[in-house]
Structure formats: structure tokens, C-alpha cells
């Protein structure tokens, strides 16, 4: 299932010069040119410029028309799962549960072991349901089966898997052989104990295939019911050893804690490298496992509201504790009633601290796909960051896809609001969720272009800035210059291979004036053209991380 990706270019240890391109740099909006020292952006400016300081101590890049951009963060990543998924059973194109049983049947007939696949969703199948326990196990001739759903928080599994983990027991198992809950939990820990090697082999691969894809920082979303802390702390490991050929990793950890000793306790065991305790700590679920806590309930599941996992109080003491420790707090929350027990526990919180420590914290919550009433005044109250994933709507918004069969199609019009949010001055980062959805940067870009709701789209510039810069802010970097390319600022960039720059807009109701090149507007690539940007060389501090090698060496 694997392809091996190319490896990064050795280093030229003096300056290196990348000019007859384009540099998206807020110092220069027509540079064309851009120097880097001893990790670090030296200067940027024009080709005749450029000729002028060019000499033999330098390494010359001829960008020959390609674009270098600050790189992008993916501001919500499961490192572990996403590498495996690149290595399983991919099921995002299946049309039917025969389909999904064919594969099954075929890799099982290929490889030894546990079949492994990930990304069905049953919305799009003629059935309207997944295979079955008995389905799965004439499929692979008795071989354990498990099969993620694409967002990951619900699989089925074979009836050899559920013996053996001893799920029929446990919360959240169906009888069909469909896990969510605690019942997910044990059947996704049977079929991923990874050993020490094989962890950071996956590991590995997943941060390759995301620097290859321009990302120069990952916010991996570690949790106990995903993960043990050991693959967190692998993680850890791969990031700060040798001569650094990978994106960073911006650890957090969900696990809720209710006293300082704790925190603190979970502070020491990650060697005070966390950057919050934060991330996948649920307060609900998933819309499309019916576990989002939505109110008004579902609309294809009656008398089906969704779970909460976390009481108000819980929550509010882990926050309280987070903040007296100046350390990043927030949880996973994605269905309005979910959003709404957020903003109770922030409200304790606030009493209890008071709200201007409680905004200094720079607490985040993560996908945010649904709002309540007066959330987005909460939201700003308490300083709060939202980590997105407009890829969410481009797989599963509009009139006829997952969230219009789940809730309706009113409910779904007003779903992952990037517009409302960025409107309104909530900081707002954007990730993939991966391997829940691809690690696409500009496919996450358009998405904000394209949102199924034309009141909730933005700009591509807006959606660029929140890609970059702002994920770096979200995490609590405490460089103010990471995320552009100015002199000064860190030589952290992506190079991409274009068919054209323009300044897009979501519509025309923008002044002609900014669209035009004497605006001084930075350019970045049209995205509604044939061929999407390819990524051509990830840096970061001044060392290649990837490298395509259509530049050179």
C-alpha cells in the first residue's frame, strides 16, 4: 500500500538565493526574489536586485516561475492513524458495501494478518448502511477485519475481531458489528499495538507525506481513547533528534485533568513540551456516528440526540486548572448542544479566574461545526481560537450529502461557519483532521471559496493567512514571525509549481481595485484552474525537508 516519497536535498551551507519566481511576502508585494542565511529570510525584493547581489559564495535556485509561500500548519492531525491509513485499505471511493466486501476479499486473498481499511461512508451507498459482522467475516475467510468510518469516531469489524477484543460487552457494540464509544476504543486498540519501530515507521511515513504536501507544522491530537501517551511521546522523540528532515510537531494532549498534581503530572510526563492540554479531549462526538450532541436530535435517527461526555463542571475545573497553570486548555466539540456545554464550562471558568486570565490562556476549541445562539459573542468574550476543517464541508455540505441527511438541510446550511467566525474577529486556524480528510492545503483553501453557503465563504488570501500564520498563533508559537517571509522572519516556506496567480475573492461584491496588480495585493494560485499547485521543495529554518527535485541541486 506504501510509495516511497523523495528524500530531502542535502544541505548548501551558505546563503541561498531562489529568485525569477514569485515570494508571497508581506515586505515586498511584487518580489520576485528571495535571499536566506544561516536559517533565516536575509532579504527579499526584485529580479534586477537580485542580479545585483548575487555572487559565488551562494546557492542559486532558478524558481523559473514557481511560487514560495510560507508554509502551511495542518492545525488538527492524528499522525499514528494517518500514517496507518496510507498504508490500509482506502475507502473513500467505494460506492456499496459489495464493493467494500470485494476489497476486503482481496486483501485478505494478498496479505496475512488483520485487514485494515479506513473511509466508508455509508450516506453515499445504495444500502445506506455498512457491511455486516457475518459479511466481513466470508469476506476475509475468517481474518479479523476492522474498517474505519471516514471520521474515524465509529468502524465495523469482523466477528473474529469482536471475540477475540471481547466487544459485545463493552458500550457503543451493535450486533451488525458496528463500534462506537467505549466498544471503538477496545477494537482499534487490538489491531494497533504497534511496537516501538513499527510505531515510528508509521510515524514517519505520515510526517513525510506531509511535508511533501507543503506542511511545516503538524498539531498532533493525541488522547488516551485514541492512543496510549506512548505515541505521543514517540512523536516527541522523532522531533527534536538528528538534523531535522520533518515538519514540527505542535503536541497536545486530551486528557482531562481535575486537580494540579494532575496537570502537573501530565506537564512532567511529556517533558513540559505540550502545547496544551487540549485537542481531542470530547466534550461530543461525531455527526456522522450520531454521537455530535445537536439539539433538536437527527433527523434520519428519532429520539437520537447525540452524547455528551463532559459535564459542565468537569469541564469548567479543567479549564480553571489549565489557566492557574498558563497552559493552553480546549476540547473537541462539534454539535450546537456540544458548543453550548463548552461556553457553560468557560463561564465557570471565567468566575473563577476571572475572564481576563481566563482570555490571556488562549484557550482553542477544535471543529466547531455547528453554532448556537450568541456563541460567537462567547467565543470572543473569552478569547477563544477555533481550529476548522473546511474540507468538512466540501466532502459533506449542501443539499444532498451527510450533514442534509443527517440534520436536514436548514441545519446544514449554517454548518462550519468559517465566514461568521473570521467576520466576526474569532482567531481561526484550519486543519485536515487527517486521516479523517486529506491533507490537501489548497483544496482546504478553495474549500473556503467554494463553501456550500455563500455567506460563510471567504477569501483565498483570508483562508491562506488562517492556514499559516494563524495555526502557528493557535498553538502559542512564541516567534510573532513565524508563518511569513520577511527579512528577519524564519526561512520556513513551501515552493509549488503553479499554473497561474491571481487575487480571488468569494464573489464580485469586492472592488475591482484590489484585483488589480497596482494594488499591490500578494498573488497566490488560481484555484479554480485545471491543475491544482504541486509542491516542490518544504524548508523549514533554512533546511530542505522535501524535495521533488525539479529544482535542482
Not at 378 to 383: C, E, S
Not at 464 to 474: I, P, Y
Not at 495 to 517: G, I, K
Given at each position: 500500500m506504501s510509495t516511497?516519497?523523495?528524500?530531502?536535498?542535502p544541505e548548501h551551507t551558505g546563503p541561498t538565493l531562489y529568485r525569477n519566481g514569485s515570494v508571497y511576502s508581506p515586505a515586498d508585494p511584487y518580489a520576485t526574489a528571495m535571499l536566506i542565511d544561516n536559517g533565516t529570510v536575509a532579504w527579499v525584493g526584485s529580479e534586477p536586485a537580485a542580479s545585483s547581489i548575487a555572487d559565488g559564495s551562494m546557492s542559486i535556485v532558478d524558481l523559473d516561475g514557481r511560487l514560495v509561500a510560507p508554509g502551511f500548519v495542518d492545525s488538527h492531525v492524528h499522525l499514528t492513524e494517518a500514517g496507518l491509513a496510507l498504508e490500509s485499505l482506502d475507502l473513500t471511493a467505494a460506492a456499496s458495501v459489495a464493493q467494500v466486501l470485494e476489497l476486503v476479499a482481496e486483501q485478505a486473498g494478498r496479505e496475512a494478518g488483520p485487514v485494515l481499511g479506513h473511509g466508508?461512508?455509508?450516506t453515499r451507498w445504495p444500502e445506506h448502511r455498512p457491511p455486516t459482522a457475518a459479511e466481513l467475516d466470508r469476506a476475509a475467510g475468517g481474518r479479523e477485519v476492522y474498517l474505519s468510518r471516514v471520521d474515524a469516531h465509529s468502524a465495523v469489524v469482523s466477528g473474529s475481531l469482536a471475540a477475540r477484543a471481547g466487544l459485545t460487552a463493552a458500550e457503543?457494540?451493535?450486533?451488525?458489528?458496528?463500534?462506537r464509544m467505549a466498544a471503538h476504543e477496545l477494537a482499534r486498540a487490538a489491531v494497533r499495538g504497534l511496537a516501538p519501530g513499527r510505531r515510528r515507521e508509521v510515524q514517519e511515513r505520515a510526517l513525510h507525506h506531509a511535508a511533501a504536501r507543503g506542511y511545516v507544522a503538524v498539531a498532533e491530537m493525541g488522547a488516551p481513547q485514541i492512543a496510549p501517551a506512548e505515541d505521543l511521546l514517540s512523536l516527541l522523540e522523532l522531533d527534536g533528534t538528528g538534523p531535522r528532515q520533518l515538519p514540527k510537531v505542535l503536541p497536545y494532549w486530551g486528557e482531562l485533568v481535575r486537580t494540579p498534581e494532575e496537570l502537573a503530572g501530565l506537564v512532567e510526563h511529556f517533558g513540559g513540551r505540550l502545547r496544551g492540554l487540549a485537542g481531542d479531549l470530547n466534550?461530543?462526538?461525531s455527526i456522522g456516528s450520531h454521537t455530535a450532541c445537536v439539539h433538536g436530535g437527527y433527523a434520519d435517527a428519532a429520539g437520537e440526540p447525540g452524547m455528551l461526555f463532559l459535564g459542565a463542571e468537569e469541564a469548567a475545573r479543567h479549564l480553571e486548572l489549565c489557566t492557574e497553570a498558563g497552559i493552553q486548555g480546549g476540547f473537541h466539540v462539534i454539535g450546537d448542544a456540544g458548543l453550548d456545554r463548552a461556553l457553560e464550562a468557560l463561564e465557570l471558568a471565567a468566575q473563577r479566574v476571572g475572564e481576563a486570565k481566563l482570555r490571556a490562556a488562549g484557550h482553542r476549541l477544535e471543529h466547531v461545526e455547528m453554532l448556537p445562539p450568541g456563541a460567537v459573542g462567547?467565543?470572543?468574550?473569552?478569547?477563544i481560537s477555533v481550529s476548522m476543517q473546511p474540507l468538512f464541508d466540501a466532502y459533506w455540505g449542501g443539499n444532498s450529502s451527510l450533514y442534509a441527511a443527517r440534520l436536514g438541510t436548514d441545519r446544514a446550511l449554517g454548518m462550519n461557519a468559517v465566514g461568521t467566525l473570521q467576520t466576526a474577529g474569532v482567531p481561526v486556524c484550519l486543519g485536515s483532521d487527517a486521516p479523517v480528510t486529506a491533507q490537501d492545503p489548497w483544496a482546504t483553501v478553495r474549500a473556503c471559496l467554494e463553501h456550500h453557503n455563500p455567506a460563510e465563504r471567504i477569501s483565498a488570501r483570508a483562508a491562506?493567512?488562517?492556514?499559516?500564520?494563524?495555526?502557528?498563533?493557535?498553538?502559542?508559537?512564541p516567534n510573532p514571525l513565524q508563518g511569513q517571509l520577511a527579512p528577519g522572519t524564519p526561512a520556513t516556506f513551501?515552493?509549488?509549481?503553479?499554473?497561474?496567480?491571481?487575487?480571488?475573492?468569494?464573489?464580485?461584491?469586492?472592488?475591482?481595485?484590489?484585483?488589480?496588480?497596482?494594488?499591490g495585493t500578494p498573488l497566490l494560485p488560481s484555484l479554480d484552474v485545471d491543475r491544482m499547485p504541486r509542491c516542490e521543495r518544504t524548508v523549514i529554518d533554512g533546511a530542505t525537508i522535501y524535495d521533488s527535485g525539479a529544482l535542482g541541486r
Open positions: 516511497s516519497l523523495p528524500s530531502a536535498t466508508w461512508d455509508e457503543g457494540w451493535s450486533a451488525s458489528g458496528q463500534v466534550i461530543d462526538g462567547k467565543l470572543l468574550d473569552y478569547g491562506f493567512l488562517a492556514h499559516t500564520r494563524a495555526g502557528w498563533r493557535a498553538a502559542g508559537e513551501a515552493v509549488w509549481d503553479v499554473q497561474e496567480l491571481s487575487v480571488q475573492t468569494p464573489d464580485n461584491r469586492v472592488s475591482a481595485w484590489s484585483t488589480d496588480a497596482r494594488a
